[in-house]
Structures are given as structure tokens and as C-alpha cells.
């Protein structure tokens, strides 16, 4: 369980890294909090012939507000800090109560948000939650030959970023720089539980959920994510739909409980099989939407 | 600190090697790193089953940094196969077929892991780069994954020799199990599947071998449990005297069983020392744990009960396989203690247990804390649960109306037991530990607390099981006590330690014969050049066999401390205490002479030494107990279910054991703290998952689930203590009744807290998921 050899480069600034990320003659990954990557290294399961390590760069560990009273993630934005920092606690409540789910406290202090986001895992939590909030993603890289400017920038739904298990729309030479969570609405709670072998191990099941009541009590717009739920981290925009125009009374909570169970795709592992884990999604789905309804209503 | 009473066994304590073990200093195999020292890595086949066509290591042995590359065909002598450890006892109408594996593969692969080819190089980065250059050509063939099938007619043979995968059959009875079945009022028969996994250690084993080409001699560091055996099979296959090798086990970071075992890379390592004349260090890693290292596995049982409708047993038939994996080098020691172990504190006068082993192609199966026993508690408590359920009784009062009483010891079970000795229980207390047990849980109020609604939705249940734990077997252990000038005691023992506390319950026995303090005993286990004679630390007997041998040889020292003493004071002997590190004359304490002062007489640079004594303060005592010590005990455990998502949390663990005398409550309590921990990983969370091509799916802890501190409640502990009448301390063992059992206190109370639910839900298979409970629950509704 040692790593095959590789070259290392600790890029001290964004341009730095792209340029790294840009060379094409080396294969090059990223490295952020190494929690996945290294693991991957030591079982000879990934054999990159250059890591960039993003560690040293300041500018991706910032948290900031943005203009609309949102949030914009730093990549290197350790797990812990989703824990602990009061801002993030204020603008998105569900980030602070889903962070302490992530593995555990060691491997959150050095964990990052865009490293998980990056990994496109559809075990992790922070994708599920992410989704669940509209989150979107900054992406940059170097400019290839013909494109003006030192840097190309774009920005992408975090629903169309996850195009299956493990794979991502980050091309080989991006790198993601960011993540955005629109400010929360009005009359909007969240709330986020998973069931999981041991605290810390990889969820059967986690929902993250949004529900926004209007001024009637009446649902006007809801939005439910599933961990390990699919192939890729999974937003339920049919389930979560059979809530809108109404009241979030047990029974339709229910109905959008059974919803969920009924189009999610999960996997059968060695853990939990297919019919397990849907009907894990149901209890989790009915008890989290449940909770986040009781939270828009206060 | 010293005692009111003046006694150290019995005392919390604090433990001599605590202070090195939290600062890190203590030395671990790891820490040894010789000047100029090579690393190795073994390539091991990826298949379980399969014919080894080629091998072609030339790109491994060309790669820069690589010294050696070694396979089957460069081993000489050393190409046999490995030694059975354990033979089997001798029981009428007994079968077995020892099969035992080569050091590398010459030509058949019979389990994944197995090693192909190890490789020597400047660090273990390099090796293992080289190990990814080796090419081997494998034919893969059909493997027995399937334990329910491995003795099929039609099943693949592993070992070609042999007419099927039978490894043994063995059958042991009692009474006329058939005359019993016939005159029952109830008869209950049941299939069960108990499943067990890895050791688990947080040290994988470890190898460091160091060739001194001019002093001759061979110095090894290693993980084992065994070092003295280990020593002296080295010593034999290298054509060495027994005294040019020196086996150190260090401090270990756990055994729990698989350590005790004799592995390849024991000889393999030191033989490439010499070969290449370099220290060489391999130290496996923790994905290689899973194959290389032996585990404990599943058996499948098909038992019946048959009792009177007062639930007095009349009898039980136990027929079951044990899976043995590709070899089966230690014998039948895990089969025999389920068959023995089964019948537990109850008086069960008609038995019948037979047992057939069956060759898989799976990594070797050998004694892991517990070695079988939990099998066998499993299925006895569970009958007994079915029983109860089936008249309308409490799951206590049945075993009340079972349990051998305290005036019928010693009481004969009339089977032969893994010692070659009969099954006889020396002492015990078994009712007084089922009523302690029943009243620290709440027992006969807690039908009301079931029904208090629990607000998060989850019901809550009881279980309470008993057990007894043969433990403490023989052959023997040795121990050398010296009284050194300067006053401190040195302790010598063959034994090696993985965190049992020897440093200090051993050296509580040595201060209360000499009047020392603990602190003044410097303890030396596992190191060969210290003592040479002995077993190892296994079958929970290190307190038992090595503690009595330590307590004799402590005896015989007090004795010459006595005879130089009253010599030097001109008293009676009798006249003299041993107190504070010196003899004193009772009731004139200003006439005393310390330890040391006598040690230096003992040992004159001038003069003589009396005719027909010995120099020095030192003695060498050895102890072999006539048949095992049984300890006994029960657990109680209140768990709470969710019948919704099929999670379980335990949320009280109340032990009441009894392992006699007790050397020191802080460790023995740590030794049963660890213990259930082990035994809630192989009830609720510990599998070994095999795919249909027989590879293990889950070769890490991130998918192999050990249960974590926050998995393991608090266990409240109450001691009992009924003295062996088999040793002059009175110790028993208690090293593995903590894991015994769990599964069965777990799958009882699990069972009741859904009595209301699912009423007729039974569970008859462990480890029970949360996936498989979820499977119970859907079947039961």
C-alpha cells in the first residue's frame, strides 16, 4: 500500500496550478484535502505522474458572501470549517448540520468542499447537499492556444457537473475554483439525516431536503437530494414536485416519501441491498422533509 | 503505596508500561530499522484458485533498487510444506487430513493472498513498484466459495490427493441422545449460521531479521505471539543451533490469535537475510492482512433441542461444518471448542456433536479470541430462547431450571476438550452470575419498560446469556526471578505480550512473595535470549499458566531471600517479613537488610559459596496444570431498535464474570472492555463478504466494520471470584470470555425488543446486519 512514484508540484497560486494542470505531456490530478486521492495512490488504484498541490493557495480557502447575499465557497474550504464557521451557519443552516455526517473529525479538519464536489462520489454527503441548495460551480483553466487572456472561467449548474459515478464535467486541465449557494429564501427550512453502518462510515442512505412554505402554509417550492441514491449524487425533482401546492401534512409527506423510494436507483453493495436502501430513502425522505417543513413554518 | 494486608494481587494497580506505551516509547517491531536494512513485499495471487503456469520475474529483478526476487524455485530445502501446529486429539473414529501450505506457490493456488514471489529491495516503495513488474501466468480454476457445498460430491477438489474437501470428521457423545429425544414433551430443531472474521490488531504482523555473519548469529524481530516455537522452527529449517537465533517479540500492537500461528515469512525473511547478508524487513500491510494473515470464518450448524415441558433439557444434537479455508495447519482446535463450549453452565445429560471440516478456497482459518466458542454458545442459547418461547417461558427462568449448581463441582461433561483432556469444569458460578446479572440489568421490571413509548419511535429489549470458557490449558510456561544488586527484581517468562498488562499482573505477583513494590519488578517477556522455554500467549492462560509458574519460581526466591537473611541477622528464618525491598525481623523492624545487600552475598567475589547451593537470589520455576481452568460468567445488554430503518444501539452492557482470582481489576476489566467490543464487531457489524470467485470484496475498514469507540457502549462490570482449584493462585483466564458471548446476549434482546412487532422473528444467523434485520422484519410482516 505504497504509491507508485509521482512528480509534486506545491503550486503557490491559481495560474500556477492551471498552468500545471494545462501541461499536456504529464498526467496531472489535483491534489486538494487528499482523502480520496491519496487512499486511491496507496492502493496503486490511481497512478498519476504529477500531483498539484493546491494547498498552498490562499486565495481557494476563502469563504466570501456574495453580492445577492449568497454564499461562494472556496475549493480548499476545509469540512470542519462548514462546522464551525457562524457565517455559513446563518446563510445555509444545512451545510453546518449535514458537515459533521462527513467521515469523521480528522479527516474533515483536512477534507475540502471542492475535493468531494470534484470526486463526484454519490456516497458523499456534501454533493446531495449542495444539489439540494442550487448550488453551482466555478471552473477555470489555462487559455489554450488562440483564446485571449491568460484565464478562461465558467460557471455550471452542480446538476449538470455530476454525469456519473466518479465523473464529472471537469475537463483534464480544470480545475474547480469555487462553489456558489444562492442566498436562502423567506420561509425556507432544510434539514439533513442518513442512516450509515458506523457514525462517520459512508451513508446506506442520506437525504438533504428544502421545503419553502408560503404565507398560507403551503408548500411553493421544494427540493430533495439523495446520498447514494443513484450513480451519481441525485436531485429528486419528481419526487420533490408531489409537495408543491400543497400542505405538508403526514399523508403527502408521505406521498412524496413513497415518490422518492419509487424513482431513486441506488445500488445493491454489500452493505445494504436494492430494497434496503429504497426503503431507507422512504423513512429518511418522510422524516427529513418532515423536519425541514417545521423549520420553514418557525 | 503499600497495601493494608500487604497483598498486591487483587489491586487496581496502575500499569508499569503505560508510561512508555503513551509517550511512544515503547518498541514495536515497526520502530527497528537496522543500518543498511532492505525492505520486502510479496506478491500474492489476486486468485483463490488456480494453477501456476509461469512466473516471469526478470523485469522485477532488473528494476532499480531491487536486490532479490525470490520465487518457489529459488527456496532449496525450505520448499516443504509448513508444519501442523495443533495435532488432533486422539478420539475414536477420527478423521483428518493435515494439509499444509508451501512458503511461496510452486504450481497449485488455493487461496487469494497466497505468495507467488517476494522481492527484496532498498524500501518497501521500490518493491512494491517491482512487485507490479511481476508476471505471473495463472490458470484460473472453479473455487470452493460456498461452505454449504464445499463437501459436495461434484464440489472442485483442493487438494487432489484427497477423495473430497473433508478435512476432518469428529464426533463426540453422551448419554443416548435418541432415549431423550423420545420421552420430550418439546423438540425444537433449527439451522444456524455463525460467522466470524478477522483478528483485527491494530499491528499487522512485522518481520525484521538481522544476519551477524561474524558473531554467527541470527537476530529476529517479530510480531508473534509464539516466539520461543517460532524460534526454534527457524532455527531447525535454517540448519542453525537453537542459540545463534534470538527471537524478540517487542511490545505488539495485539494478537487476538492470528499471531500465534506460524508464518512463511517468518522463515522467508531471515532467510534472505543471510542470503544476501542484509537486515531485512517486511511489515505487512493492511490490505495484505486480510489474505496473508489467518481469521476466523463461518460454520453452519443444524441442532436440536429437546427438553421437558418444565424446560429441564433433556438433550441436544449439534451437527455442523467448520470452514477451514485452503489448509489446516492448526488442527481442531476451533471445532472442538464449539462442540465443547456448547454446553455451556447447563447440565445437558444427553449429547450428540459431530462435526465434519471442509477445505475451501479461502484464507487459512485459526483461533481468533474466542476460537470457535462463540459458535457454540450461539446455538445453546438460542435453543434454549426457542425452548422458552415455545412453553411460555421467561428466557431466564429457563436457564435458572438449567444451570449446574455450585455443590456439583467439579462436574464432568465427559467429552474431551481442545487440551486432549476431559471436558471437567473445576469450579464455577453459575447461579449466583445469572442472578447478579438478572438483578444489575433490571430484569424483572423491564417487561414494563418495553412497553414505555419510546419517543424516537425505536423499542427497546433484554437479552441475558451465560457462558463458560475452558481456558488456561497446558503444556506448561516457565519463569526466572533474580534478585539483582542494586534491588531491583528482574522477571524472565517465554511468553510474549500484545497489551494484556504482564508488566504489571505479573509483577503484583512477584512483589507480594518478595515485598517489593510492582515498579521494582522488571518484567522481560518474548525475548529468547531472556528465556527459552515455552508456548506463547494464546487460549486465554498467560494469568493461569505462566502467572503460576512465576508465583512458584517467586516462592523459591522468597525462600533463599529468607535462608541468606536470617543467616545475615543470625534469626530464625521464621522470625523474618519481607517488606519495602528488604527482610526485617518481625516486631524489631530496625534489624532488617535490604534485598539488594543480600543479592550481592549470594553472589561473593571472595569466599566460598556454600556446598550444594546455588549463587545469587534467583530461581527457575515452571507450571503445567493438569487440564484447563473453566471461567464462567454472563452478559446482559439492553438494546434499542429502530423497526423502521432495522439500526440497533446498545444501549447498557453489564458483564458479571468470574475468572477466579483476580490479579488486578483495572486489567481484567480492560481485558473484558475489549473483549465485548470484539464481540459486538461479529454480531452487528464484522463480515468477511467472499464474491463468487471466492476473492474477498471488502479487503479494508473502510468495508470491513470494526466496530469504533463510539460503537461500543459503556460496560458495566461486576467480578465473581470461585478460585481454580487447579492452580496455587486461583486464576482462570479471561481473555477472550468477553467476546464469547455477545452475539448471543444480542440476538436475544434484539428478538424481545420486537416481540410486539414481529412477533415471530427469529434470529438464527450472525453477524445480523442491519441489512439482514431489515430482510427479518420484511419476512416477519
Not at chain 1, 131 to 144: D, E, F, K, N, P
Not at chain 2, 101 to 125: F, K, N
Not at chain 2, 329 to 339: A, E, R, S, V
Not at chain 2, 511 to 517: E, Y
Request: glycine share 10%; with cysteine.
Amino acid at each position: 500500500m505504497k504509491p507508485p512514484p509521482f512528480e509534486y508540484v506545491a503550486a503557490a497560486s491559481l495560474d500556477g496550478a492551471l498552468e500545471a494542470l494545462a501541461e499536456p505531456s504529464l498526467e496531472t490530478r489535483a491534489l486538494a484535502g487528499g482523502q480520496s486521492l491519496v487512499p486511491m495512490l496507496n492502493f496503486r488504484l490511481a497512478a498519476p505522474e504529477r500531483l498539484v498541490d493546491l494547498n498552498g493557495i490562499e486565495e481557494l480557502a476563502r469563504v466570501e458572501e456574495t453580492e445577492s447575499g449568497g454564499l461562494r465557497l472556496g475549493a480548499m474550504v476545509r469540512h470542519l470549517r462548514l462546522e464551525r464557521d457562524p457565517l455559513i451557519a446563518r446563510r445555509a443552516p444545512l451545510l453546518a448540520e449535514a458537515a459533521p455526517f462527513i467521515a469523521h473529525p480528522q479527516i474533515r479538519s483536512r477534507g475540502t468542499v471542492g475535493g468531494s464536489v470534484a470526486h463526484a462520489d454519490p456516497a458523499a454527503e456534501l454533493p446531495a447537499v449542495l444539489l439540494t441548495l442550487g448550488a453551482r460551480v466555478r471552473i477555470a483553466r489555462r487559455s489554450r492556444g488562440g483564446e485571449s487572456g491568460s484565464r478562461v472561467e465558467r460557471t455550471l449548474d452542480l446538476e449538470d457537473f455530476f454525469l456519473g459515478p466518479f465523473f464529472s464535467a471537469l475537463e483534464p486541465d480544470e480545475l474547480l475554483t469555487a462553489i456558489e449557494v444562492p442566498p436562502s429564501a423567506p420561509g425556507e427550512g432544510t434539514a439533513f439525516d442518513e442512516v450509515a453502518r458506523r457514525r462517520g462510515d459512508y451513508a446506506l442512505a442520506g437525504v438533504a431536503a428544502r421545503v419553502r412554505l408560503d404565507s398560507r402554509g403551503v408548500c411553493d417550492e421544494a427540493a430533495i437530494s439523495l446520498v447514494n441514491g443513484g450513480a451519481t449524487p441525485c436531485l429528486m425533482r419528481e419526487a420533490a414536485r408531489t409537495l408543491v401546492g400543497a400542505e405538508p401534512t403526514p399523508e403527502a409527506v408521505g406521498a412524496t416519501a413513497a415518490a422518492c423510494a419509487e424513482t431513486c436507483e441506488p445500488a445493491a453493495d454489500m452493505h445494504a441491498n436494492e430494497a434496503y436502501r429504497r426503503h431507507l430513502v422512504r423513512t429518511l425522505t418522510a422524516r427529513v422533509v418532515s423536519r425541514a417543513a417545521g423549520r420553514a413554518r418557525t | 503505596m503499600s497495601r493494608a494486608g500487604g497483598t498486591w494481587v487483587g489491586a487496581r494497580v496502575p500499569r508499569n508500561e503505560d508510561a512508555r506505551l503513551l509517550t511512544g516509547r515503547a518498541q514495536f517491531v515497526e520502530d527497528v530499522e537496522p543500518p543498511g536494512a532492505l525492505h520486502a513485499a510479496f506478491v500474492r495471487s489476486d486468485l483463490p484458485a488456480g494453477r501456476l503456469r509461469g512466473l516471469d520475474v526478470e523485469r522485477a529483478r532488473a528494476h532499480p533498487g531491487v536486490h532479490a526476487v525470490f520465487t518457489a524455485a529459488d527456496l532449496g530445502p525450505l520448499l516443504r510444506p509448513g508444519a501442523v501446529l495443533v495435532p488432533p486429539p486422539p478420539l475414536e473414529g477420527l478423521v483428518f487430513h493435515a494439509r499444509t501450505a508451501l512458503p511461496l506457490v510452486r504450481e497449485r493456488i488455493r487461496h487469494q493472498g497466497e505468495a507467488l514471489a517476494m522481492i527484496v529491495a532498498d524500501s518497501r516503495y521500490v518493491a512494491e513498484d517491482a512487485a507490479q513488474l511481476v508476471e505471473a501466468d495463472i490458470e484460473p480454476l472453479d473455487p470452493v466459495v460456498d461452505l454449504g457445498r464445499a463437501l459436495d460430491e461434484d464440489a472442485p477438489r483442493i487438494h487432489d490427493d484427497l477423495p473430497s474437501n473433508l478435512a476432518a470428521y469428529v464426533r463426540q457423545a453422551k448419554g443416548d441422545y435418541a432415549a431423550a429425544r423420545a420421552r420430550a414433551d418439546l423438540v425444537l430443531e433449527r439451522r444456524f449460521s455463525y460467522d466470524r472474521g478477522i483478528g483485527g490488531a491494530i499491528e499487522n504482523r512485522a518481520v525484521v531479521a538481522e544476519w551477524d555473519a561474524r558473531a554467527d548469529r541470527l537476530q529476529v524481530w517479530d510480531t508473534t505471539q509464539a516466539p520461543i516455537p517460532v524460534r526454534n522452527v527457524v532455527a531447525a529449517a535454517l540448519g542453525l543451533s537453537e542459540s545463534q537465533v534470538r527471537f524478540i517479540a517487542p511490545f505488539v500492537g495485539g494478537g487476538f490469535g492470528p499471531k500465534i500461528m506460524f508464518y512463511a515469512e517468518e522463515i522467508l525473511v531471515p532467510w534472505a537475510s543471510i542470503r544476501l547478508g542484509r537486515p531485512v524487513k517486511w511489515v505487512e500491510d493492511r490490505y495484505e492482512n486480510f489474505f496473508a494473515t489467518t481469521q476466523e470464518r463461518g460454520q453452519l450448524h443444524e441442532a436440536e433441542i429437546s427438553v421437558t415441558r418444565e424446560g429441564r433439557i433433556l438433550g441436544v444434537r449439534d451437527i455442523f461444518i467448520h470452514d477451514s479455508g485452503a489448509y489446516d495447519p492448526y488442527g481442531l482446535t476451533i471445532p472442538i471448542n464449539t462442540q465443547c463450549t456448547l454446553l455451556g453452565p447447563y447440565r445437558v445429560p444427553n449429547y450428540e456433536s459431530e462435526f465434519r471440516v471442509a477445505f475451501t478456497n479461502k484464507p487459512i482459518v485459526t483461533p481468533v479470541r474466542g476460537a470457535g466458542r462463540q459458535h457454540g454458545v450461539f446455538i445453546m442459547e438460542r435453543l434454549l430462547d426457542l425452548a422458552a418461547r415455545g412453553l411460555g417461558l421467561d428466557p431466564v427462568e429457563i436457564r435458572r431450571r438449567n444451570v449446574i449448581g455450585s455443590d456439583e463441582f467439579p462436574y464432568n461433561h465427559e467429552i474431551m476438550y481442545q487440551d486432549f483432556a476431559p471436558l471437567r469444569y473445576d469450579s464455577g458460578s453459575y447461579e449466583e452470575s445469572l442472578e447478579e446479572a438478572v438483578r444489575l440489568v433490571g430484569h424483572e421490571t423491564f417487561p414494563r419498560e418495553r412497553e414505555r413509548a419510546q419517543p424516537d419511535g425505536r423499542v427497546v429489549g433484554v437479552g441475558v446469556v451465560n457462558y463458560v470458557e475452558g481456558t488456561g490449558i497446558g503444556p506448561y510456561e516457565g519463569a526466572r526471578i533474580t534478585v539483582e544488586p542494586g534491588g531491583t527484581v528482574r522477571l524472565a517468562t517465554g511468553v510474549g505480550t500484545q497489551g494484556q498488562g504482564h508488566f504489571t499482573s505479573f509483577a503484583q505477583i512477584v512483589a507480594d512473595a518478595i515485598g517489593v513494590q510492582p515498579s521494582d519488578v522488571r518484567v522481560v517477556t518474548g525475548d529468547t535470549s531472556d528465556f527459552h522455554w515455552g508456548t506463547g500467549t494464546f487460549a486465554s492462560r498467560g494469568a493461569v499458566v505462566a502467572g503460576n509458574a512465576i508465583h512458584a519460581a517467586a516462592q523459591s526466591v522468597r525462600e533463599k531471600i529468607l535462608r541468606h537473611a536470617a543467616k545475615a541477622l543470625e534469626v530464625d528464618p521464621e522470625d523474618l517479613e519481607l517488606a519495602d525491598g528488604a527482610a526485617r525481623v518481625r516486631g524489631a523492624p530496625d534489624l532488617s537488610v535490604d534485598l539488594g545487600a543480600l543479592a550481592l552475598s549470594a553472589n561473593p567475589l571472595r569466599g566460598a559459596v556454600e556446598p550444594g547451593t546455588e549463587p545469587g537470589l534467583e530461581a527457575t520455576s515452571y507450571f503445567g496444570p493438569p487440564y484447563g481452568t473453566t471461567a464462567n460468567g454472563t452478559h446482559a445488554v439492553v438494546v434499542a431498535v429502530d423497526p423502521e430503518t432495522a439500526m440497533v444501539e446498545i444501549l447498557r452492557y453489564i458483564v458479571v464474570h468470574d475468572c477466579g482470582t483476580v490479579i488486578n481489576p483495572t486489567i481484567v476489566e480492560g481485558q473484558i472492555h475489549g473483549g465485548v467490543a470484539a464481540g459486538i464487531g461479529n454480531a452487528f457489524y464484522e463480515e468477511l463478504v467472499f464474491d463468487e470467485f471466492g476473492g474477498t470484496s471488502n479487503a479494508s475498514f473502510m468495508d470491513y466494520l470494526l466496530p469504533t469507540s463510539t460503537d461500543v457502549p459503556p460496560i458495566e462490570t461486576a467480578h465473581l471470584e470461585t478460585p481454580s482449584t487447579l492452580n496455587p493462585l486461583g486464576t482462570k483466564g479471561v481473555g477472550e470470555g468477553g467476546a464469547i458471548p455477545v452475539a448471543a446476549a444480542f440476538a436475544q434482546a434484539v428478538e424481545d425488543a420486537l416481540a410486539d412487532i414481529a412477533p415471530g422473528l427469529e434470529i438464527l444467523d450472525i453477524p445480523l446486519s442491519p441489512g439482514r434485520l431489515f430482510e427479518l422484519l420484511r419476512g416477519a410482516s
